[in-house]
């Protein structure tokens, strides 16, 4: 069958298409802000402008018609809510046109089982590390739940939120990145892990105030940065891994292009006997193929959205999915 994915829930506007898993066409544009982070508003109207547009590429590329399609799927949550509105407008109005059911996945399980079927991964622990999410998620018990997670900002913020404070503009962790392969002095920085769970607001203000002290060189705070952060997300990916048993990790969002990071948790997995396995950097970011799929495997277990449920579900945690395709 053939499923249209809409994704849509932050800076993204993505349309993909699979026929089955064979993924036919992935379409996207992603909304860059002039200044600061991501502006709701902004990024809703980048997402109103570019629709259309994506549609008819996504077409062409899959080499398919409108009349085609089998099933709608949509991001409905969790993300920012005028976002989600945008996606949610256009599934709807695409299932009536069509006369195709409809439906609406969670975003951060896509991430999971789009890195799951890319990957070869069958049961991992997941570190899904973007700029707005840090979890570290598996499943367990019919649901995947969430071992752990960021009390306050996501890693890929935080990273963001720094580099703006060295004049890096949005988004700011490649650069970061790059400065840290120079960096030499470990400095001294908060290391907030609180029972699985972690911090990342502290740490950056901290970094922020090491830049404005004039006595660090920004080689040294963005690789101690990174040392820190990455320990603790691996601290607590270590621990659900021994908790579980499980002999997988998989990694996605789009923090997963970290080669140090990626390094780190090499080092862990190897001490644990588990093994990592990478989603394709194209996937690791925000995508409507990851909601095609997703919205492809539900529907074959049976699961639909009516049109009156279809409503924006910007808090929907990936532990309140009940999985049905596992
Ligand atoms: P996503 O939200 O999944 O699209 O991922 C975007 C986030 O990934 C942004 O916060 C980026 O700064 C971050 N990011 C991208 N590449 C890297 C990298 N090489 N190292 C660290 N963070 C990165
Ligand atoms: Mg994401």
Redesign the pocket.
């Known amino acids: 069958m053939i499923v249209l994915g809409i994704e849509s829930t932050a800076h993204t506007f993505g349309i993909g298409i699979i026929k089955d898993t064979k993924i036919l066409c992935d379409v996207r544009d992603m909304y860059k802000p002039r200044e600061g982070g991501i502006h709701p508003a902004e990024a809703t109207e980048h997402h109103v402008k570019v629709a259309q547009k994506l549609l008819k590429q996504a077409l062409k590329e899959a080499e398919i018609k409108l009349k085609d399609i089998d099933l709608i799927s949509f991001a409905q949550g969790p993300g920012m809510p005028p976002c989600l509105d945008v996606g949610a407008v256009f599934a709807r109005s695409l299932s009536i046109k069509l006369n195709k059911p409809l439906i609406g996945v969670n975003h951060a399980i896509a991430h999971v089982e789009i890195g799951k079927l890319l990957s070869g991964a069958k049961d991992p622990v997941i570190l899904y590390v973007?700029?707005?999410n840090s979890q570290i998620l598996a499943f367990s018990a019919g649901k995947y739940r969430v071992f752990g997670e960021t009390l306050d900002i996501a890693i890929?913020?935080a990273?963001?939120k720094f580099a703006r404070s060295l004049g890096i503009p949005h988004?700011?962790?490649?650069k970061?990145?790059k400065l840290a392969l120079k960096g030499k002095t470990l400095i001294e920085l908060p290391y907030v892990v609180k029972g699985m769970d972690f911090s990342f607001s502290g740490l950056t203000t901290a970094l922020q105030q090491k830049y404005h002290s004039d006595k660090f060189s920004d080689e040294d705070l963005c690789y101690s940065f990174q040392e820190y952060a990455f320990s603790m997300l691996i601290e607590a990916a270590e621990r659900a891994v021994a908790h579980l048993g499980k002999k997988e990790v998989l990694l996605t969002?789009?923090?997963a292009?970290?080669k140090r990071f990626n390094k780190m948790l090499k080092i862990m997995c190897k001490e644990r006997g588990a093994k990592l396995f990478e989603t394709p950097l194209k996937y690791?970011?925000?995508n409507g193929t990851m909601i095609a799929y997703l919205g492809y495997i539900e529907f074959k277990n049976g699961r639909r959205t009516q049109l009156k449920n279809s409503e924006k579900r910007p808090n929907w945690r990936a532990d309140q999915v009940s999985v049905n395709w596992i």
């Open positions: 973007s700029g707005g890929g913020n990273l963001d988004p700011g962790g490649p970061i990145e969002g789009g923090v292009a970290n690791c970011s925000d």
